[in-house]
C-alpha cells in the first residue's frame, strides 16, 4: 500500500502539469516550482522494511487523485474524476509431472477513466499512470498465450456512475480455462 518516495514526486508532478495551463517547457527546471512535502514514514514516503509493491500503478492512482481532488479548487474544468480500480486475477496451479509450482495466467481487467470537464470518461482503459495508454484484457492475444478461452467480455451498463458527465464503464469479464 506504500508509495515510493519518487512515485509521490512523479504523482504530484504529473497531476500538476496535466491540470495547470503553463506555457513554459516542462523539463527539469519547471520541476522546481513544486514543493513536495512527505515525512519519512508515511505511506508516501515509507521506511524499512515496509515495501511499496505495486507503487507504479496503485498508489501512484490514489496519489493522482488526491492531487486532482485538491486541485479541482484551483482548475475545477481541468481535473480528472477518479479512474476505475484494476483486478489482476492470477491463475496458478502446481505441475502434475513435476510438482513444481507455475503461474499460468494473470490477467489485468481495467475499470473506466474518470470523467472531465465537458467529456465522458473513457471506457474499460488503463490508470492515471499511462493516461489511459492501455486497454485490458485483450481476449485474441491472452487466448493465444494461455490456455483460456473468454466465455464473456462485455461492458458494464451504468458503471460509470451518475453525473453531468458519467466515469468509463467497466466490463465483466468471465475467462475459463482449456486442456491442450
Known sequence: INNSLAMTHTAVNTTWFSVM????????????????IAPSGLVVNPEYPHSSGFATVDFFQETAEACWKALTEVRPKNTCAGYGRWVRPITSGTDPETDEPYILF?????????????????????????????????????????????????LRTDSGGAGRWRGGLGADVVVSPIDH
Open 21 to 36: 495551463d503553463l506555457d513554459f517547457p516542462l523539463n527539469g527546471g519547471a520541476l522546481e516550482m513544486i514543493d513536495v
Open 106 to 154: 494473470l490477467l489485468s481487467v481495467m475499470g473506466g477513466g474518470g470523467a472531465i470537464w465537458g467529456q465522458d470518461g473513457a471506457n474499460l482503459i488503463g490508470g492515471p499512470t499511462i493516461f489511459g495508454g492501455l486497454r485490458a484484457p485483450d481476449p485474441e492475444m491472452d487466448e493465444t498465450r494461455y490456455p483460456v478461452r473468454f466465455e464473456k467480455m462485455e
